[in-house]
């Protein structure tokens, strides 16, 4: 697959007074592998401002922070951790590729950037969210709003970037900042941006605690769930899990009337503040729901797939005895018991059809025969 070739698309360059154009590009008379694509993405970002962390220009993740680095100054703490998971993962699959010398490049980057978030990424008690253009912080306790943004915190942990012990003081005050179990919502920042000078885009013309302004963005909401998880923290993530799972938001006609969306999907986001707390918003967000099925089936009851192996890592409740789950491949199920033999949720040993997988990992073969799987974990 990296060696398909793909035509590039082609567009006029920003003007000097543009931010954004909205235009149908052309296609490209000039054509690259796929991986020299994602070697050209990745070389283009590695653009850095003075703390050495990534350039956010006019949004990273949050697009409505579009005018947090507009300037061409401003650096994103957030995207500094992103940037680092893309790194080490693509040195993995540069190597599987035959090119050791990227690989080696992606790493020294990787391991620079780690430096610098280390340097320049701490606030005290949490991770920046970014720099203005002008140098000033944003995500800081010095701030007036947003003092703490989600995404820096949970991926500090997700990407493994983060020193381990401020990573687990950081998602401390995730927890006791902006989980709301009163109104049943993980909050993306707080406070909402409202009426301090602060100017980070069109995130302050939502109200203060509408969508990302302060509300629940579901998409963060998860992401804050699935570091818990890789944590080892179980009994807090399967909390938060029951938190922003929407059944949750309309088992009795009070919570209907409060949410007064469908509670059946995910909602992209949920409002904190009053007269609208704990209200649905934008249903049927389909980025939000694929997350929330990772998290489920990879960070909590832990199985991956990779290639044609299907590993686990469970993170389960501590009442948790056993679970069943039919997995299906092509047109073969696999029947997957997994039962807890001791405390912890390591996997201690892996059968398939009573044979002992000395790997501990399912070989995933499409052969039309159910297969019985047994996975002992303690």
Not at 11 to 17: A, E, F, I, P, Q
Not at 82 to 89: A, E, G, I, P, Q
Not at 291 to 317: K, N, Q
Not at 364 to 377: A, N, P, R, S, T
Request: hydrophobic residues 40%; contains cysteine.
């Amino acid at each position: 697959m990296l060696d398909e070739r793909i035509n590039f698309i082609e567009g006029r360059l920003l003007k000097t007074d543009e931010e954004a154009y909205y235009d149908l590009p052309t296609r490209s008379e000039k054509s690259g592998t796929l991986f020299e694509h994602c070697i050209r993405a990745i070389m283009n970002g590695l653009r850095f401002g003075q703390h050495g962390l990534p350039l956010m220009g006019s949004g990273d993740w949050n697009d409505s922070m579009n005018r947090v680095g507009h300037q061409g100054r401003g650096e994103s703490i957030w995207l500094a951790f992103f940037l680092y998971d893309v790194l080490t993962k693509f040195s993995e699959i540069a190597l599987l590729h035959g090119d050791a010398a990227f690989a080696e490049f992606c790493t020294s980057e990787a391991a620079a950037l780690r430096q610098k978030i280390r340097e320049f990424g701490w606030d005290g008690n949490w991770y920046l969210r970014a720099y203005f253009d002008n140098g000033e912080p944003l995500g800081s306790a010095a701030n007036a709003e947003c003092q703490i943004d989600s995404i820096a915190q949970s991926w500090s942990v997700l990407s493994g970037a983060g020193d381990p012990d401020r990573s687990k003081i950081a998602m401390e005050n995730v927890d006791r900042l902006l989980v709301k179990r009163d109104t049943s919502l993980v909050q993306l920042l707080e406070p909402p941006f409202d009426k301090s000078e602060i100017d980070p885009g069109y995130i302050k013309g939502y109200s203060p605690g509408v969508r990302e302004n302060g509300g629940q963005y579901t998409h963060a909401a998860i992401w804050v769930i699935m570091a818990f998880a890789a944590m080892g923290d179980s009994t807090r993530a399967w909390e938060l899990l029951s938190i922003i799972n929407p059944l949750n938001h309309g088992s009795t006609p009070e919570e209907v009337a409060i949410y007064k969306a469908e509670p059946y999907i995910v909602s992209a986001d949920v409002y904190s503040l009053q007269p609208h707390a704990g209200r649905g918003g934008w249903t049927w967000y389909t980025g939000a729901a694929g997350w929330m099925y990772r998290l489920i089936m990879e960070s909590l009851l832990g199985l991956t797939l990779d290639v044609e192996r299907l590993r686990f890592a469970p993170c389960l409740p501590a009442d948790w005895k056993s679970f069943l789950l039919h997995y299906r491949y092509h047109e073969t199920y696999y029947n997957i018991t997994v039962t807890r033999i001791g405390p912890r949720c390591e996997v201690v040993s892996v059968t398939v059809d009573d044979i002992l997988q000395i790997d501990s990992a399912v070989l995933l073969v499409d052969d039309c025969i159910e297969h019985l799987v047994e996975v002992k974990i303690g």
